[in-house]
């Protein structure tokens, strides 16, 4: 998948670290491996490579994800 | 309430009896109900609690290797589906995992093909027919059916734990949580590939990075190209009509030999752009420059219009050249953004934003295209 990326800066996809109680359930469900945990906390180490699946989104316990694809 | 699975309504009776002498052995003649047949992936049944559950065999047949190829190459594609419900896989019993697949007859076949030698219950969700990763995306996937087909099946009868492991692609349709709060068992997200169950149930239900990212390797775009290419099929049979009309038109207002005499041309040009557009771009999506697919597909278009110009054995002057040039590079262009609807890795946003910049310019060029080619004629 490394050599296969799409544009870049167009995803909706937004983390609100505060929120966050770093479950990791994100990074288990993430098909492009956008992100990591980090002291406790996800992070997003690959933002280009997410394509608003909403995956994370909806598995996320504490609703610090957000993805709004088709608005903007 | 329970399900019967395992069986599809026989529509006719028409087969043929070949045996009349010796007594056939039937192991399974105890579970055959009037008015249904026993589908053939099944081996046997496995007593439950809840009565005969329908034993999976995890080989292959010709049968389902053929119906594989008539899917794939588009012609069997609709309702190529199993029946919804609870089955099992080598000799599972209370303490065997459940694996949640979705109730398309390929997704099923790729799953029970990799599980050799494990026992486990396939818990079967009613997608309509369509793979996991298109039905989660669309809604059939998900927590509500996941939730309805666990209670109907009995699973709390089934097995001792309260664990169901979903294609980590299923995810997209799921909300865990809601999932353990309706029904009590927990998801755990298992790899995105079937073929990593095993090592992933050897790990204690652990999947590593590797399993759980998406991979779009040439194969894969491959065996999406006949569906592209079914799609694009009505259309490019209009196309075809509308061209073979175009090029009529010339210093005689219209004249049926100068539709044959010119349309000629426009009917391998269509067909080239096609095949840049739906074959060529998808197969070498990695290798050709640029990020945006429609700026792909204007390559690739580009790229076989100058071949197929080439390879024109009579020259139908400048304004015919740039104009059947203009024509496969603009079809190339717009099939080839379609094939972002294909991918794992297009996001929705920018789709929308390349769409937004190479629409109007495909438009253009195939306005542009049409009044070159009409003007060529005289
Ligand atoms: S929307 Fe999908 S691709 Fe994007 S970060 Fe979430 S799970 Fe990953
Ligand atoms: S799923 Fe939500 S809460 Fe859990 S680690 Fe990711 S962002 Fe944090």
């Not at chain 2, 039937?26 to 559950?53: M, Q, R």
């Not at chain 2, 996991?132 to 009868?157: D, M, N, Q, Y």
């Not at chain 2, 204690?204 to 590797?210: L, S, T």
């Not at chain 2, 080839?336 to 991918?343: D, E, H, I, P, V």
Request: charged share 20%.
């Amino acid at each position: 998948m490394e050599n296969l990326r799409y544009i870049d800066d167009v995803s909706t996809l937004v983390l609100d670290q505060d929120k966050c109680i770093g479950c990791g359930l994100c990074t288990e469900v993430c098909p492009h491996n956008v992100f990591e945990l980090q002291n406790g906390k996800a992070e997003i180490v690959d933002f280009n490579a997410c394509m608003e699946c909403g995956a994370c989104v909806n598995n996320c316990p504490s609703n610090a994800l957000e993805v709004s694809p088709g608005v903007g | 309430m329970k399900e019967s699975t395992g069986v599809s309504i026989m529509p006719t009776m028409n087969d043929t009896q070949t045996c009349c002498g010796v007594e056939p052995k039937n192991v399974l003649a105890d579970y055959e109900k009037p008015g249904y047949t026993l589908c053939s992936f099944i081996e046997n049944f496995i007593p439950t609690d809840i009565g005969p559950i329908p034993k999976i065999k995890t080989k292959m047949e010709k049968k389902d290797i053929k119906a594989t190829i008539l899917v794939r190459t588009g012609i069997g594609r609709d309702n190529y589906k199993i029946a919804p419900g609870l089955y099992g896989i080598g000799s599972p019993d209370k303490t065997s995992e459940v694996l949640v697949t979705a109730n398309f007859k390929l997704t099923f076949d790729h799953l029970r093909r990799e599980l050799n030698n494990i026992n486990a219950w396939i818990l079967v969700l009613d997608t309509r027919g369509v793979n996991v990763w298109c039905a989660a995306g669309k809604g059939t996937f998900s927590t509500k059916e996941l939730v309805k087909r666990i209670k109907l099946s009995s699973l709390e009868k089934v097995v001792d734990h309260k664990r169901v492991i979903l294609p980590q692609l299923g995810a997209t349709g799921i909300t865990a949580r809601e999932v353990k709060k309706e029904s009590g068992f927990r998801v755990v997200y298992g790899p995105v590939r079937a073929k990593d169950i095993p090592l992933f149930l050897e790990n204690n239900r652990k999947a590593d990075k590797k399993m759980r990212m998406v991979t779009f390797d040439f194969i894969e775009r491959l065996i999406l190209t006949p569906v592209e290419l079914n799609v694009v099929l009505k259309p490019a049979i209009i196309t075809t009509v509308i061209l073979f009309l175009l090029s009529g038109f010339g210093p005689d207002i219209f004249s049926f030999s100068n539709a044959i005499q010119r349309g000629v041309i426009l009917i391998p040009a269509l067909f080239v752009g096609i095949f840049a557009g739906a074959v060529f771009t998808p197969a070498m999506l990695p290798y050709i420059p640029f990020k945006k697919f429609a700026a792909k597909g204007i390559i690739s278009g580009s790229a076989f219009a100058i071949l197929f110009l080439l390879s024109l054995s009579s020259i139908p002057g400048t304004a015919a050249y740039i104009s059947l040039f203009l024509f496969v590079m603009a079809i190339s262009s717009n099939l080839s953004m379609n094939f972002t609807g294909a991918t794992p890795f297009t996001s929705p946003s920018g789709v929308e934003k390349e769409m937004k910049q190479f629409i109007p310019v495909q438009v253009i060029s195939i306005l542009l295209s049409t009044g070159l080619w009409i003007y060529s004629a005289f």
